[in-house]
């Protein structure tokens, strides 16, 4: 097997984790939030409208249904904004939170609670619209 570390300094050797882990969820969330703040903000140029289908609303794929129902129960989109950036800061700090070291969800009460909010909250915006 092959020696990676071999004349490697200590800063080219960091840990996968947490440190290029912190990266790639960054990343991604930027990306999804430069992609949200689009749809908010310019939604005409995410939208193909001719004159003859001006009238016709479109709705979001199923999988944004529930933020898009979110985001128009709050009438601000500056709020809406802040909302979806909370809840998608708290969905990735949940797992770094969790110091138990019992595996099974069905053990961790308050996390098990958590996951089932956040299910029921999504199935019910989602067929709210």
């Known amino acids: 097997m092959a020696d990676y570390s071999k004349g490697r300094s200590e800063e080219e050797l960091e840990p ?13 969330f930027f990306f999804i939030s430069a992609i949200m703040l689009g749809v908010l ?12 289908f001006a009238s016709f609303q479109t709705r979001p794929a199923w999988f944004l249904l529930p933020f898009f129902h979110l985001s128009t129960l709050i009438n601000s989109k500056i709020w809406s904004v ?7 800061i708290m969905f990735i700090t949940v ?13 961790k009460p308050v996390f098990l ?11 019910a915006l989602g067929w709210l619209y």
């Open 16 to 28: 996968f984790f947490p440190n290029e882990i912190l990266r790639h969820t960054l990343l991604t």
């Open 41 to 52: 903000f310019f939604p005409e140029s995410f939208q193909k409208s001719t004159d003859e």
């Open 82 to 88: 802040v909302i979806l950036t909370i809840y998608a």
């Open 95 to 107: 797992p770094f939170l969790d110091r138990n070291s019992e595996r099974s969800l069905w053990k």
């Open 113 to 123: 609670s958590i996951v089932l909010i956040n299910i029921i909250m999504i199935i």
